[in-house]
């Protein structure tokens, strides 16, 4: 699944990224409502686990107004931030742009569920623009 938000959207602290369009679609395993920033990943197997691999891609700022200081995005888990995904930048001033980037592993037990968003851990509101979400099942 491809998920898309091309705008210039400000994200307060520890709120979501919103994905606007689903660009290509996941299987059944992959569940995701335009407009939102929560995609739920189902366990549908056989075996102990899916796997699914989780890549995010975006431009990041220094939302107007904000002072001018690190600024970090993540992918979170079940509501949790993953700290092997960290993505932070340091711009030089509001409005200055940078590009992000991270990938993670995701195991979901068999017949359970879990969440996947991408939020802004800073404590300040960023600004994002070209983000990019894909979902995919590898296992």
């Given amino acids: 699944m491809e998920l898309i938000a091309v705008d210039v959207q400000t994200i307060e602290a520890n ?14 395993s992959i569940i995701h409502s335009d407009g ?24 990041i700022a220094v939302a107007e107004g904000e002072t001018v200081g690190p600024i970090s995005m993540a992918i979170t888990i079940d509501g949790e931030a993953t700290q ?36 802004n851990i800073s404590d300040i509101a960023i600004d994002l623009q070209n983000a990019n979400l894909n979902v995919e099942r590898v296992a």
Avoid: E, H, W
Avoid at 41 to 56: D, K, M
Avoid at 106 to 114: E, G, N, T, Y
């Fill in 36 to 59: 939102s920033g929560i995609v739920k990943l189902r366990g549908i197997t056989n075996q102990c686990r899916a796997r699914f691999r989780v890549s995010f891609g975006g431009n």
């Fill in 84 to 119: 092997f995904s960290v993505m932070t930048v340091t711009p030089a001033a509001v409005g200055d742009f940078f590009n992000i980037y991270s990938s993670v592993y995701v195991d979901v037990p068999a017949d359970c569920c879990s969440t996947i968003a991408v939020t």
């Fill in 15 to 28: 709120a979501n990224a919103v994905f606007s369009v689903t660009r290509i679609p996941g299987c059944s």
